[in-house]
């Protein structure tokens, strides 16, 4: 044997050995700009607490479209990821055919049908079930693949549902493997709205915690049990009782989602006699609130950017004629896409809504979530709304983006330093002067409500006239997960994964020419690749024999 052939033998053999080595090891790179698959840390740090095996089943499958596919392909591909890091994590491979779609239907999920318009111009349409389900231990979950923005197209819808699976299976993970379910309550006693009235809001915060009702009482630690507490809409002064408990609670951890108006009408009027006055609001909070950050200025917002409403414009009582007409005391509020908490989510919808100003301490990060368009405008109180008068005077809305809700996270003051406490309080426990919490401040209340219809409730921000679907119910859950949200799961939602689009019609215009490139490209570079190869070797041998 020659020792070339001894050297070749030898290499084969080392390359046998560290490919055996090699084998085990597994070695990706993620070379994408906008890191689409890296998996976030926090995901990792989730994912490495599971002491049992969490399998996930999608039921997205059938006959789809290459961007629904697409979806398919990027759920499956986080799935792989996360199991590549804890093997606990795993797919259910088992036959698509065989899924059980009645436990979706059990769940309150429905399918979605897909129009597709085909290049003979046939319609066609497709049932999809963009859903999975996580199961953990004996829990089990259902995760929404699916983001619906009625202002986005179905490509960009589609894109931002990529964008926000990682959170959705992470935080899904997070809730199932809890041990015990934290709580949260709605505080009543001062006129806040019921059971009936947030309904939806209730029924959704219940996929993640207890829900409870209840007054504050005149027990200090009456709120202790409670990751967050909710005031919804309330009508009637607090005391300082009242406040004295709620700002202990905030100094000692306690997160507060604040739903308050900041003026007073009447709904009852407006609906009898389309007319209501319209005065400032005065819940005994606005010194407390302005000591935490914010201030709820007693004014109207008025937004071009609006829902409509139906108005009888017929002179003929006998002969209603109603038509829709823009309700501009009825915003369409803006979010914003820079906070984990609003990212990726619809206008929310309102009425009634006032003005809120960021003021105060520097130690406090305040984060303005909801706001008006370009095109709105301020009513001082007291004022009177009337719906016989809706003409829009374009003039008046010169005013852009005024803040309607807020975010406060930080190290939060004392409201009763240097104050005097409820004497019945006093010897309860001692005094707190300052806390790190969060705090959210929305300054329309009516963004909690829900309507019912036939005897079954609406969902949140669902309005019945123009069939439209707002962004209210994902406004206040996110909002109420932000608040409890100690492992930053929520910075997972800002996720971006740049959308590229083909131009449909630039490309089917110039398919023969693409077609033809792609056929003949390949068998080009063959071609020129074994010509360069044929006379490399002609030369190589030549040169031998010339030199021979």
């Known amino acids: 044997m ?13 390359l046998v050995v560290i490919n055996l080595l090699l084998s085990p090891l597994t070695v990706r790179w993620d070379l994408t700009a906008d890191r689409r698959y890296t998996i976030h840390r926090q995901s990792l740090a989730e994912i490495e607490t599971l002491d049992s095996p969490a399998t996930i089943t999608i039921y997205l499958n059938g006959e789809m479209n290459s961007s629904f596919q697409r979806l398919k392909e990027s759920t499956e591909y986080l799935i792989e990821e996360l199991h590549h890091h804890n093997h606990l994590v795993r797919l259910d491979d088992s036959d698509l055919e065989e899924r059980d779609y009645t436990l979706l239907q059990q769940r309150g999920c429905s399918p979605i049908l897909v129009h597709e318009r085909a290049r003979d111009g046939k319609t066609e349409q497709t049932t999809l079930w963009p859903y999975a389900q996580v199961a953990y231990k004996n829990k089990s979950m259902i995760v929404n693949l699916l983001q619906q923005n009625r202002g986005l197209s179905g490509e960009e819808n589609l894109n931002r ?13 997070h809730t199932l493997r809890k041990d015990s379910v934290e709580r949260v309550a709605f505080i009543e006693g001062h006129g806040e709205m019921g059971d009936t009235q947030v309904y939806d809001f209730q029924q959704s915060l219940r996929y993640y915690f207890q829900v409870d009702r209840g007054s504050l009482g005149s027990r200090l630690a009456a709120l202790d049990p409670y990751r967050a507490i909710i005031i919804a809409d309330p009508q009637a002064p607090f005391t300082e009782t009242d406040k004295y408990i709620i700002d202990q609670y905030i100094m000692r951890g306690g997160r507060v989602l604040w739903l308050l108006n900041g003026v007073r009408f ?15 609001l005065d819940l005994n909070l606005n010194d407390q609130l302005f000591r935490y950050g914010v ?31 823009p309700w501009t005391y009825a915003p369409l509020l803006l979010t914003n896409e820079q906070s984990p908490v609003t990212r990726n989510l619809m206008q929310v919808s309102c009425t009634m809504a006032s003005l809120l100003d960021l003021v105060g301490e520097d130690s406090i990060a305040k984060t303005i979530l909801l706001a008006t368009s370009n095109a709105s405008s301020l009513t001082p109180t007291p004022a009177q709304v009337d719906l016989s008068d809706l003409r829009i005077d374009q003039e008046r809305f010169r005013n852009a983006y005024m803040p309607v809700a807020a975010a406060l996270e930080g190290k939060f003051p004392s409201f009763f330093t ?22 959210i401040v929305v300054a329309a ?31 206040l859950v996110q909002s109420v997960l932000w608040l409890t949200d100690d492992c930053d799961l929520l910075s997972l939602r800002q996720r971006q994964v740049s959308l590229r689009l083909i131009n449909d019609k630039k490309a089917y215009a110039n398919r023969p020419f693409i077609q033809s490139v792609s056929i003949i490209a390949p068998i080009l570079m063959l071609i020129l690749i074994g010509s360069v190869v044929i006379v490399t070797r ?3 041998y030549r040169t031998k024999i010339t030199t021979a």
């Open 2 to 14: 020659t020792k070339p052939q001894k050297r070749w033998i030898l290499a084969l053999a080392a």
């Open 161 to 173: 549902s990529i964008e926000a699976l990682e959170y959705a299976f992470i935080q899904t993970l």
């Open 266 to 280: 009447s709904e009852d009027m407006l609906t009898d006699n389309g007319v209501t006055p319209v005065i400032p």
């Open 295 to 325: 201030r709820i200025n007693p004014a109207l917002v008025q937004d071009m950017q609006c829902l409509n409403i139906p108005v009888d414009v017929s002179s003929d009582p006998q002969r209603p004629q109603y038509q829709p007409l």
């Open 418 to 439: 240097h104050r005097i406490v409820p004497d019945s309080l006093k010897s309860q426990r001692p005094m707190l002067t300052e806390g790190i919490s969060r705090q």
């Open 445 to 475: 209340g009516s963004i909690a409500g829900n309507e019912w219809q036939d005897g079954q409730p609406l969902p949140a921000g669902f309005d019945r006239y123009s069939k439209t679907q707002f962004g209210n119910r994902d406004f």
């Open 538 to 540: 002609r030369f190589k």
